[in-house]
C-alpha cells in the first residue's frame, strides 16, 4: 500500500526497522546486560540496581524456575507491582525459556482464577500483598510453584527489612494467608529462590523469533478478557519502533544512559513494559513509581533528580496539576511527554503545556500491538486531536465492515499491520480469525480517519457510539469539548435510553470550581456543540470510575445512568 505518511517523517527516523538483528528478545537483553553493565538500571524508594545486578539475578531466578523442571514454553504468571522484583522476573522467566503471563495485582479473585486458568499458567511470583487471593482459587488452577515476594526484598538488607516490616504490621497490607501445599505443589520465598538459584547455571535454551514471549490479557472491562500472543519479533520490533520514534525528542542529551524514565504507570500494563523495555536496549534508567495513587510520595520522586520521560494517561496529568504541590517540580529537564491508553483531551494538554513547557504527544496502540500503534511527532509544540502517524514499519488502513479500504477522510474502523502486531488470541480460534482481514490487518474496534497526510484520528470505539434523534453521536469528541469549559477536570459522556431520541447524552463532571454549575456547563455547550450532541443530562461529582491503569469506565456510568 502507498504510505502517504512517511512524507511527514522527521528526518533521521528510519521507514521500517529490523528486528531480526536479535535472535530473540532474550538475546536483546543479554546483549545489553553485557553492554551496560556498569550503569543504573532502576531506582525505587531511593536503593539502585545497576544492569550487572539485573543480570545476576535474574540469571539466579531463572536457573531456580528451571531447576522446578518446568519444560520449555512453559507460562510463568507474574503478580507484581512496580518494584525491583518485576524486572528480575520479567527476564529471569525469559532467559530460562518461558513465556511471561503479566497479571495485575489488583485482580479480584474471579479475573485471577480466569487468567490463571486460560493461560495454563504452572508458576507464579506475587508480592504477598496479594496472596490472599491467590489463596482463594489456586486449587481450581494449574498453578504447582508459587514464589512470594515481599516488598523489601531488593532494598538491601536493613532498609528493606525495615520496608518489609512497615507494609505487614504497620500499614497491615498483608493479610493472613495459607498457600495449600497439595498435590506435590510447592511455596518458596523469592530471596530463597535467588538464593538457591546462585548454585544453579542457568541452562541456554533455543529460542526463535516466532516463540512467544508474553500472553497480554486484555478486554477484562468488556467481557472475560483474552490473551494477546507476543511473539519475540512483536516485542523487539515494538521497542525499535519506539526508539526511532522518540529518537528526535532525546537527540540533544547525548548519551542515553542518563536518560531516567519515569515508570509510574504499572509494569504489567503494555505501555509501560514497551517503554521498560526500551529502557534496557538503550541503557537509560527508570524509576519506579509502586504506588501512584499517593500523590504526595509521586511529587517527592518527581523532585529528587531530572527525569526526561514521563509517561501516562490523562486522568494521571490531570490528577497531577491539581495537586498543591505541583508547581514545585521542576520540568526543565522533561524532553517527553508521552500520552496513550486512553484519549488525551484538548483541556488537559493546554493546561499541561503550560504549567510544565512540554507537549503532550499523544499516541495509540494495544495490548495487540505492543502499545504501539501511531504517535504524534515528539517535536511538536501543539495538541493536535488525532493520534499521529504509523511508526516505522506499520501500515494502517480504514477499512468497512468487508474489510475493503476506504478512500482517504472516509470513516470506518481503523485497522492495523506490522511486526509488533500479535498473532493472534490464546487458544481463540474462532475471535483470531474475527479479528484480521484477508489481508493480514487487525481489526482494532476503533472508528476513525486518515488525512492526505497520512494522520489518523479516533472517532471513537465501535461499542460506544451513541444514536441521538438518528445522528452518530461519539463521546470522546464530547468529553474532548467539554474538557475546555472552564472549571472542569475530567468529564464522561454516556448514552442512555431516551424515548423521544432513542439516546441521550449524559455527563458526568468533575470540577475544581464548586462555583461551577449546570447551567453554566449547559451555555458552554450550547455554544461549542451541534443541538444533537449536547448532553441532556449534567452530573456532578467528586472523581470517576477508573480502571487500574487509569482508563474511564463509562460502563460503570452507563449502568448508574
Not at 543480570?55 to 504468571?77: K, N
Not at 494449574?142 to 525495615?162: C, E, F, K, M, N
Not at 479500504?405 to 474502523?413: F, I, P, Q, W
Not at 500479535?422 to 483470531?432: A, D, I, N, R, V
Request: with cysteine; hydrophobic share 40%; proline share 4%.
Amino acid at each position: 500500500m502507498d504510505r502517504i505518511w512517511l512524507k511527514n517523517y522527521p528526518a533521521g527516523v528510519p521507514h521500517d526497522v529490523e528486528a531480526d538483528q536479535y535472535t530473540s528478545l532474550t538475546d536483546l537483553l543479554q546483549k545489553a546486560f553485557q553492554l551496560h553493565g556498569n550503569s543504573p538500571f532502576s531506582v525505587c524508594m531511593n536503593r539502585w540496581m545497576s544492569y550487572r545486578e539485573l543480570d545476576q539475578l535474574s540469571t539466579a531466578l531463572g536457573a531456580f524456575l528451571q531447576g522446578q523442571g518446568l519444560p520449555q514454553g512453559s507460562r510463568i504468571a507474574i503478580m507484581l507491582p512496580n518494584v525491583p522484583q518485576f524486572a528480575v522476573t520479567m527476564a529471569a522467566v525469559l532467559r530460562a525459556g518461558y513465556t511471561c503471563v503479566n497479571v495485575n495485582p489488583l485482580y479480584t479473585a474471579r479475573e485471577l482464577s480466569h487468567q490463571l486458568k486460560d493461560s495454563g499458567a504452572t508458576a507464579i511470583v506475587i508480592l504477598e500483598n496479594f496472596a490472599v487471593t491467590l489463596q482463594e482459587v489456586i486449587e481450581h488452577t494449574t498453578i504447582q510453584h508459587v514464589i512470594l515476594a515481599s516488598i523489601g526484598d531488593l532494598l538491601g538488607p536493613w532498609y528493606g527489612r525495615w520496608v518489609t516490616f512497615g507494609v505487614r504490621h504497620l500499614a497491615k497490607l498483608v493479610h493472613e494467608f495459607e498457600l495449600p501445599l497439595t498435590n506435590g505443589r510447592t511455596v518458596s520465598s523469592f530471596k530463597k529462590a535467588i538464593s538457591l538459584g546462585r548454585s544453579l547455571s542457568l541452562k541456554s535454551t533455543k529460542q526463535t523469533m516466532d516463540d512467544i514471549a508474553f500472553l497480554q490479557y486484555t478486554g477484562g472491562t468488556t467481557g472475560l478478557s483474552k490473551g494477546a500472543i507476543l511473539t519475540h519479533r512483536n516485542v523487539v520490533a515494538s521497542i525499535l519502533q519506539a526508539e526511532a520514534w522518540f529518537s528526535p525528542a532525546l537527540a540533544d542529551i547525548g548519551d542515553l544512559r542518563k536518560v531516567n524514565s519515569i515508570a509510574a504507570l504499572p509494569l504489567y500494563h503494555i505501555f509501560a513494559l514497551t517503554l521498560c523495555l526500551l529502557a534496557i536496549r538503550q541503557g537509560s534508567h527508570v524509576t519506579l513509581v509502586p504506588n501512584p495513587r499517593d500523590f504526595d510520595k509521586f511529587i517527592e520522586v518527581l523532585k529528587q533528580r531530572p527525569f526526561h520521560i514521563l509517561p501516562g494517561v490523562n486522568t494521571l496529568f490531570n490528577a497531577l496539576m491539581q495537586h498543591p504541590m505541583f508547581k514545585t517540580i521542576d520540568f526543565s529537564s522533561l524532553k517527553l511527554t508521552q500520552a496513550g491508553g486512553m484519549a488525551a483531551s484538548e483541556g488537559t494538554a493546554r493546561h499541561w503545556h503550560a504549567a510544565t513547557g512540554s507537549a503532550m504527544i499523544e499516541g495509540w496502540g494495544m495490548s495487540e500491538t505492543c502499545a504501539i500503534g501511531t504517535n504524534n511527532l515528539v517535536t511538536q509544540t501543539h495538541f493536535s486531536g488525532n493520534i499521529g502517524l504509523p511508526l516505522p514499519g506499520i501500515d494502517i488502513a480504514i477499512k468497512d465492515e468487508a474489510g475493503n479500504s476506504l478512500s482517504l477522510g472516509s470513516t470506518g474502523e481503523i485497522c492495523i499491520r506490522g511486526p509488533n502486531v500479535m498473532t493472534g488470541y490464546y487458544q481463540q480460534f474462532e475471535e483470531t480469525a474475527k479479528t484480521f482481514t484477508s489481508d493480514g490487518f487487525m481489526r482494532t474496534g476503533d472508528v476513525g480517519t486518515m488525512d492526505e497526510q497520512g494522520f489518523t484520528r479516533i472517532v471513537d470505539r465501535k461499542k460506544d457510539m451513541n444514536i441521538v434523534s438518528g445522528f452518530n453521536v461519539f463521546p470522546n469528541e464530547l468529553e474532548n469539548v467539554i474538557s475546555t469549559c472552564p472549571g472542569i477536570v475530567e468529564c464522561a459522556a454516556v448514552g442512555i435510553p431516551d424515548d423521544m431520541q432513542g439516546e441521550a447524552i449524559k455527563v458526568f463532571v468533575v470540577r475544581n470550581d464548586p462555583l461551577l454549575t449546570e447551567e453554566m456547563v449547559t451555555r458552554f455547550c450550547q455554544a461549542t456543540l451541534t443541538g444533537y450532541k449536547r448532553p441532556k443530562y449534567i452530573e456532578f461529582r467528586e472523581e470517576l470510575p477508573k480502571t487500574n491503569v487509569g482508563k474511564i469506565l463509562r460502563r460503570e456510568l452507563r449502568a448508574h445512568a
